[in-house]
């Protein structure tokens, strides 16, 4: 699908964070999520210079490609999915996922999607649990991708 355009921005709070395979019923596993960090492509350049070319200046090429870790942070709900899928990069057998990041409008449609390929959990942070707080208990799943994309 794709991007929705209109004269005004989005808000960026009106979003789904979706992962396939990571079930252990083979469905698209849906969550909430705070707060999604990483949507971020880098394209590296590669600097080089002739020996015998007459100007003293770099050239500078297309390099590869990186693609930033996602961060999902979310409030403690007692459903395991992720935290199963994180058990299993700890015991050495990743199991690598694709998904989406879903940004929707205020009537919650869909407006744009970013796609990644490849993705396992390579860390997970549980909550700062604390007595004299007044607050969410919120936990962090890092995901590293092999490829992140906007859908079109």
């Known amino acids: 699908m794709p991007p929705i355009t209109r004269p ?22 849906q969550a ?6 990483g949507l971020t492509v880098d394209i590296q350049p590669i600097e080089y210079r002739n020996g015998s070319d007459k100007h003293n200046r ?14 999902l942070k979310r409030g403690i709900t007692g459903h395991m ?12 057998q990743p199991l690598r996922a694709t998904g989406a990041i ?9 407006v744009m999607r970013w796609t990644f390929d ?11 649990l604390n007595a004299t707080k007044n607050e969410i208990a919120m936990e962090t799943v890092e995901l590293a991708v092999v490829e992140l994309r906007m859908a079109d």
């Open 8 to 29: 005004d921005q989005y808000s960026s709070f009106n979003f789904l964070v979706q992962v396939t395979g990571v079930a252990p019923n083979g469905q698209d596993v």
């Open 32 to 37: 909430s999520f705070t707060e999604v960090t």
């Open 58 to 71: 770099v050239s500078k090429l297309t390099g590869l490609t990186k693609h930033s870790n996602l961060v």
């Open 81 to 92: 999915e992720f935290w199963n899928w994180v058990k299993l990069s700890m015991n050495g």
């Open 102 to 110: 879903i940004l929707l409008d205020e009537s919650r449609q869909e």
């Open 118 to 128: 490849g993705g396992w959990p390579v860390k997970y942070t549980g909550p700062s």
